[in-house]
């Protein structure tokens, strides 16, 4: 993995590595788009609220062995969080096209004892998406991009089973207001 600067964090059930945010700062604010992979701690609420949701889908339509897909995972704090704090996960598939990121999620999944339940690849989100289709689906589809959404979109259709469940983040509210794209 390149070598950069990385601090230990706790999230929720998750303990985590991710790059030191004070060595990446704008202004006076860290700065996590400029960090060697992407964690941003004040996204720790929405990562909470997605479980919280997830929790109450599971509960909803009384499934057990739920399988969750994150197409674009950063540092993977969510699909740690989600392995760790969903009930009745069955699996999590993890995934970024960066290769720091691929080895920071990877490290993570180890270090929180998860490596029979949390599947790590580094491939383009729209082909694991194709690729998940045609293994039959995923009941949750969590997108977290940088910018729109809109391109994972189809393919997250493709990919998630009858009565999933789609979650999608965009940290810039602009961006789904459709005033940037
Ligand atoms: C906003 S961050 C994800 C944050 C993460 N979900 C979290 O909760 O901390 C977006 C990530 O998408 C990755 N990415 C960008 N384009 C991608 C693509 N086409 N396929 C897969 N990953 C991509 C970036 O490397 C980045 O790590």
Redesign the pocket.
Known sequence: MGEYPRVEVREGLASIIVPDLSKYVVGNRPEPAHAP????PR?EVN?SLSIAIINGYVNYVGRTGITIC??????G??AVRYAREVNGVLRVVA????ER?YELIKLNVDRNGLNDVVNVYR????NLLLRIAREGGCDVIDI???GSPQPFIENSLRAIRDQGLLCVTA?DVGVLSGKYY
């Open positions: 992979v992407f964690y941003n996204m990562r994150e197409p674009l995972s950063g540092s704090v969510r995934n970024d096209i960066s990121a491939d383009d989100a729209n977290d991009p940088f940290t």
